[in-house]
C-alpha cells in the first residue's frame, strides 16, 4: 500500500497570509490526526477526523481548521499566519476510530512565515 | 491533564544497550506507544504496551508499569542507524482520546 501523503512538502509565507495543507491517507484508513511538530514543543496534537467528522481537538487557536472529505483525504487550514506558526506539519492515519495506537505518519509540510 | 516526561537526550555506543524511560501523568491513560524519527523524516511506529510487562520486537523492547506510570523503551545491540530521535505516547481517554507525545529524547549512537 502507498503511504501517507502530504502536500505541499514545503512552503514559504509570510505574516498575516494563510495556508492550506492537504493529507492523503493510507488506502483504506478513515482516521486522520494533524500534529504541529517544532523544536521547542514537540509534537502538538491539533485536530482528528474520522469519516469526515471531527473527533477531538488541541489546544489551538481558531486560526487552525480542518476538515475531512468522502474519500479520507484531509486538508488544514491556518488563517492570518504568525511566525510562530512556523513548523512541521505532519499528518498521521489509522484504520481505527480514535486513531488507534498505530499511527502511519506521512513525511509532513514544511511551513516557514517570514 | 497529562505530561509525559522522558530524557531530553541519550548516547552510547555501538553494540551497547540503551533504556530511554517515559513517565507520565494523566487521568485516563490508555497504554503506551513508542515512535522513532530520524531527522528529517517522518516518525514511525515502533511498539505498544496496553498491559503490564514486557514487549519484544527484535533488538526493541518496550516495558510498561501501570501502578508506577512508567514505561520505557529498552535497545540493544546499538547500531549507527538508530542515531534518531524517541518519542512516548499516551491516549488520553479524558480527553477525547487525543494521542500526547513527550518530548523526544534523542540517541547518538558513536562507533
Known amino acids: 500500500k502507498a503511504g501517507v501523503t502530504q502536500t505541499p512538502r514545503y512552503l514559504i509565507k509570510t505574516r498575516g497570509q494563510q495556508v492550506t495543507l492537504s493529507c492523503s491517507p493510507i488506502?483504506?484508513?478513515?482516521?486522520v490526526s494533524w500534529y504541529q511538530q517544532t523544536p521547542g514543543q514537540g509534537l502538538q496534537f491539533l485536530f482528528e477526523y474520522f469519516s469526515e467528522t471531527q473527533r477531538n481537538k488541541g489546544n489551538f487557536p481558531g486560526r487552525f481548521s480542518g476538515r475531512q472529505f468522502s474519500n479520507s483525504r484531509s486538508e488544514m487550514n491556518v488563517s492570518t499566519l504568525e511566525l510562530g506558526d512556523s513548523a512541521l506539519y505532519l499528518c498521521?492515519?489509522?484504520?481505527?476510530?480514535?486513531?488507534?495506537?498505530?499511527?502511519?505518519f506521512g513525511p509532513g509540510t514544511r511551513l516557514t512565515v517570514l | 491533564g497529562q505530561s509525559l516526561e522522558q530524557p531530553s537526550e541519550v548516547t552510547a555506543v555501538e553494540g551497547a544497550i540503551v533504556q530511554i524511560n517515559c513517565t507520565y501523568q494523566?487521568?485516563?491513560?490508555?497504554?503506551l506507544s513508542w515512535y522513532q524519527q530520524h531527522d528529517g523524516g517522518a516518525p514511525t511506529f515502533l511498539s505498544y504496551n496496553g498491559l503490564d510487562g514486557l514487549e519484544e520486537t527484535g533488538r526493541f523492547s518496550s516495558f510498561l508499569s501501570r501502578s508506577d506510570s512508567y514505561g520505557y523503551l529498552l535497545l540493544q545491540e546499538l547500531q549507527m542507524k538508530d542515531s534518531a530521535s524517541y518519542f512516548c505516547?499516551?491516549?488520553?481517554?479524558?480527553?477525547?482520546?487525543?494521542?500526547?507525545f513527550g518530548q523526544g529524547t534523542e540517541l547518538s549512537v558513536k562507533p
Open positions: 494523566t487521568s485516563g491513560f490508555y497504554g
Open positions: 488506502s483504506g484508513h478513515r482516521s
Open positions: 505516547a499516551v491516549r488520553d481517554f479524558n480527553q477525547g482520546g487525543k494521542l500526547i
Open positions: 498521521a492515519s489509522s484504520g481505527l476510530a480514535g486513531g488507534g495506537d498505530t499511527q502511519y
